[in-house]
């Protein structure tokens, strides 16, 4: 037959008659006996009515209409009845989805036998798809509500339907009956085959397409993985509690720096390194994960550490080349949110907040949390973890300080235990990402009991650092800055009774505050979570402390660099750092036995802060222009042979030349002069970096890469410093920084590796072993000496090395800086209104951050004004305390009656420096004078009426018995700035007895 979606019955008939030895038989497989159903006795009936309507019988009925009268007499009994029934219908479902009849052929030897079968497809379904899905919809219940029934029909069930759904362009629907099932299969512990086997079809139902070229397709398995990575339950609030997989409860926060937490996962990511390893498939490994998250059986927040955990050190990820997820765009909705742009850079008083565009950079954020994901605490430690743990986080505060001081910042300064800090807000936006991950609170000690533990614990590290041996496998050993790195971060249980988990223990106890309990623990902050610690100041505060231990030991380390002094001769001169890729002209020319010029300076490079464009940004984000470096090298003359050399890039603020802390790492790597060179020249972009997230292309096209004996090894690809923040920021005037090269003799570091991507710095190779025998941060990691005996700084060993220089070099940002405004006069500035009952002292009252946004009516009620017959004033804004906020399009307006519209005889903007927009410091702000046409005085109350760009703050009015404020609801937020009159926004508004933001009116 040529053509069966046409086939009349005469064809049908000729197709049956052509068929003589494959005697057809009935559509449906006979089920098992009824057991005292009240339906059985007319099964024989229906079952001849199907057979006849199928023509099933040997012949063709000249209508089809039996079998839909069969599924409908099917469909009005009860579900038990359907229970019994369940192949047939779930073959109907199957014959009837298709639009067309099941013909079931070839000989018939049991009641159970499988049956070859071809299929004449109908143009039209006998019954409509949403008749099919509605007439067993309580099967489908059914079965999702009985643990008892068997999965197998279960699934068959869900498969049938969930292909009809597809057919109707209904994915959504499929999706959550499928992904219920699923939930449901591994709640009841099916076996992983079952599950998996169920998966596979379901795909095939789903992704037709995909599914035939998946396995090689890369972007696949990515969005498979990053759905699981960011995948949240969407009823989290309503779900019960309890004990699961992961050992913590399904809604208690996940702390990644909880030692218990973190070991509890580990179990969760070898399970998940054993599907792999038993199946060597992918699919199986994210089928797992997903039946795991989507059935609630995990903690998800765990669950997505454990995902990422797996993903970055899984053999099957990397051979799909599936990669750590990058960091999302910023939602093109809210890139205007002054919630994310608050900060006020460049404008008054340098403050913490102007480093927000730092500290919430999403590139570095996911350098951190990706870091952490690599060198996990527990099991599996890497070769010198605990060095490189010590060492990243000491560059990163080195950098850190930098760009605090290019505004004018102090360094950080290290967090003291009795401290009591101001809290933290990463904004709104932040927050409804992640809502369990609650803003820091203000004011907040730590608990008592972790005081007095990291105290004592940092008494015995001291000791250690005195004693000078650690007990390492049953004996004494030499202690290095690998154990101490281990010994402070607690990165294996080894020594933790004796030393405690000092950082660990940091990070816990801001999570662990009395205001964060009394939030109870289904909530923690950002301190508790590599995927956003470096966003809160307290980080960087903290691990000072951290840091200012470990630089403890290596302050004890006396490094002689003259035993690691290779034959080669670099002056300042032969070492640039210029903006661009171009070398300088007659860099690399040689005569008459030396270089031909030597006349040559480095200039500046420019840096810029654009406009944020990753999710959760701050205000802007760091970037500079292209530079490269320029270094030439000369062979000393007695020197005979191969030298192998390893090149190490480091910059320093000009005054900090001999502050060995403050010395940046930017670069490191290996260069060879052959055996009849008198001298060479290298070439090295800034894209070529041993510190940042590298590129394969980068390091395929480096110097490095092009030397025939140096190895490329596989790097941690997704690790490393971001290139955008290479350069620190630099200042408007050109701030002076110093490039220094320390070239060292590669037999003894032994390097002769480059990361074919990552950063080989701060994360290492792929195979466990860090490419460098020396001590991380060489030659500026510990003291040094010439002789071994005596300490020199570092400008003096850079005069009395021919194998180090450093020459001078600036960065320039011009981002604009707005001094302070000068403070209003005092003297003629009296309280007018103030509403919160603090005349005389309503600078000093206390208001409390707020997070809402949106357009605000304040209420200055008449009651509230201490003097009359005023007509010149000004308004005072509060500050929150803690960041500035944005405000805009305020008016000063007379109120109309006890309405809440505006009298337009007074309807006056007020502006803050002659603008419209203002940015509200922490101190608060006064605006510019307003004259009244309305004179206070009388019964005239008046509305302050403004826009919160950003979140601002409220104070407890005097009187709470009244409306004090009102609020437009956030979508009509244009509408109630265009209009005065807001009686027509009475059902899209909130009202509050609190005031927001108004401090007082003078």
């Known amino acids: 037959m040529e053509n069966p979606e046409s086939a009349t019955n005469e064809e049908i008939q000729d197709f049956v008659d052509s068929h003589p030895e494959e005697p057809l038989e009935t559509l449906v497989e006979e089920e098992d006996e009824g057991d005292g159903d009240d339906d059985d006795d007319d099964d024989d009936e229906t079952k001849t009515e199907v057979r006849v309507g199928a023509g099933l019988d040997g012949t063709v009925s000249t209508s089809l209409s039996k079998i839909k009268e069969f599924w409908n007499k099917l469909a009005k009994k009860s579900v038990e009845s359907k229970a019994k029934r369940f192949q047939t219908i779930v073959m109907l479902l199957q014959g009837l989805g298709e639009g ?105 139902i789903r992704y037709p397409d995909k599914i035939k070229e998946k396995k090689e397709d890369t972007e696949f398995y990515q969005k498979r993985i990053e759905y699981l990575i960011n995948w949240t339950p969407g009823d989290r609030d309503e779900e019960e509690d309890y004990e699961d997989a992961s050992g913590i409860g399904l809604k208690q926060a996940f702390n990644g720096f909880n030692p218990e937490h973190r070991e509890k996962s580990e179990i969760l990511i070898t399970e998940l390194e054993n599907v792999e390893e038993e199946t060597d498939d992918l699919d199986a490994v994210l089928d797992y994960a997903d039946a795991r998250q989507r059935g609630r059986e995990v903690n ?54 102007w480093m927000n565009y730092w500290r919430c950079d999403a590139d570095f954020n996911f350098h951190h949390n990706h870091w952490h994901a690599v060198y996990r605490n527990g099991r599996n430690l890497k070769t010198r973890q605990g060095e490189l743990f010590g060492y990243m986080h000491a560059q990163m505060l080195a950098r850190f300080n930098a760009d605090r001081e290019t505004w004018g910042l102090e360094p950080v300064k290290a967090y003291e235990f009795d401290e009591v800090p101001e809290g933290f807000d990463a904004g709104w936006e932040f927050a409804e990402r992640y809502p369990w991950i609650y803003p820091r609170p203000d004011k907040q000690i730590w608990p008592r009991d972790i005081i007095n533990e990291n105290k004592h614990f940092e008494g015995e590290i001291e000791d250690l650092f005195d004693y000078g041996k650690i007990e390492y496998n049953g004996k004494e050993q030499p202690l290095n800055s690998n154990f101490v790195g281990h010994i402070l971060e607690s990165s294996s249980g080894r020594w933790q009774q004796q030393f405690g988990s000092f950082h660990n223990m940091g990070h816990m106890a801001f999570v662990y505050t009395e205001a ?115 270094i030439r090298l000369k062979r000393k003359p007695a020197s005979k042979g191969e030298l192998r050399l390893t090149l190490r890039l480091f910059i320093c603020q000009e005054r900090f030349v001999n502050k060995r802390r403050r010395w940046i790492e930017m670069d490191k790597f290996v260069y060879v002069m052959p055996a009849n060179a008198t001298y060479g020249v290298v ?87 860090y490419p460098d025998k020396m001590i991380m941060g060489y030659p500026f990691s510990t003291k040094i000496s010439l002789d071994g005996k005596g300490e020199v700084e570092i400008s003096e060993a850079a005069k009395n090395l021919s194998n180090f220089c450093i020459t001078s070099f600036t960065i320039v940002n011009d981002h604009p800086y707005t001094p302070p405004l000068p403070p209003p006069k005092k003297d003629p500035l009296r309280p007018v209104f103030s509403p919160l009952n603090t005349l005389g002292k309503f600078v000093s009252s206390n208001y409390s951050p707020s997070r809402l946004v949106g357009r605000f009516r304040v209420l200055l009620d008449d009651t509230d004004f201490h003097q009359m017959g005023i007509e010149r004033v000004r308004v005072v804004l509060k500050g929150r305390g803690d960041q500035s906020y944005g405000i805009c399009n305020m008016k000063l307006s007379l109120r109309l009656g006890n309405t809440l519209n505006v009298d337009p005889r007074c309807n006056i903007p007020v502006m803050f420096n002659n603008l419209i927009e203002a940015e509200v410091p922490v101190e608060g702000l006064t605006s510019d ?47 109630a700035t265009q209009e005065d009159n807001w009686e027509m926004f009475q059902e899209n508004m909130k009202q509050y007895s609190n005031i927001y933001c108004v401090g007082s009116v003078i």
């Open 683 to 769: 070439k090295r972009q800034d894209r070529e970096s041993s510190v940042i997230k590298r590129s394969h292309a980068a390091t395929d096209g480096s110097d490095e890469a092009k030397q025939k004996n140096i190895e490329i090894k596989a790097g941690n690809c997704d690790c490393g410093w971001p290139y955008t923040m290479l350069l620190p920021r630099g200042n408007k005037n050109g701030e002076k920084w110093l490039l220094g090269v320390y070239v060292s003799d590669g037999k003894n570091d032994q390097i002769n590796v480059c990361a074919s991507c990552g950063s080989m710095s701060y994360c290492g190779t792929r195979d466990q072993i």
């Open 100 to 204: 067309g009849v099941k013909v079931v052929a070839s000989g018939r030897s049991g009641r159970r036998q499988k049956r070859k079968a071809r299929k004449l497809e109908r143009t039209e379904a006998l019954v409509s798809y949403g008749q099919l899905l509605k007439d067993t919809d309580d099967l489908m219940r059914y079965y999702q509500t009985n643990d008892d029934l068997e999965s197998s029909n279960y699934s068959k069930l869900v498969l049938a339907r969930g292909k009809i759904m597809m057919k109707m362009n209904d994915a959504a629907r499929a999706d959550a009956d499928y992904n219920r099932m699923i939930s449901d299969l591994v709640r009841k512990d099916e076996e992983y085959g079952f599950v998996k086997r169920v998966s596979n079809e379901w795909e095939g």
């Open 300 to 353: 998800d927040m765990m669950y997505r550490y454990v995902i990422e955990a797996y993903l970055v050190h899984s053999k099957l990820c990397k051979k799909h080349n599936v990669r750590y997820p990058d960091p999302p765009k910023r939602d093109p909705s809210m890139t205007q949110s002054a919630a994310m742009t608050g900060s006020g850079i460049g404008v008054g008083t340098p403050n913490e907040l």
């Open 929 to 975: 004078e307003v004259v009244l046409p309305v004179k206070t005085g009388g019964q005239n109350d008046y509305w302050l009426t403004f826009t919160l760009l950003s979140p601002g703050c409220y104070g407890l009015a005097e009187n709470r018995d009244r409306t004090n404020t009102y609020r437009v609801n956030k979508r009509l937020t244009h509408d």
């Open 516 to 630: 964060m309990r009394k939030l109870g623990n289904r909530n923690t902050t950002y301190m508790g979570t590599p995927l956003c610690a470096v966003r809160d100041p307290i980080f960087f505060r903290w691990h000072q402390h951290v840091d200012d231990l470990y630089q403890m030991w290596n302050d004890k380390v006396l490094t002689n660099l003259t035993k690691n002094s290779p034959d080669v001769i670099i002056d300042p001169c032969d070492v640039m750092i210029v903006p661009g890729l171009d070398m300088p002209a007659d860099f690399d020319k040689w005569g008459g036995g030396d270089w031909a010029k030597t006349d040559f300076s480095c200039g500046e490079i420019k840096t810029k802060l654009r406009e944020a464009d990753l999710a959760f940004e701050w205000d802007y984000k760091l970037d500079h222009e292209p530079f490269s470096y320029h």
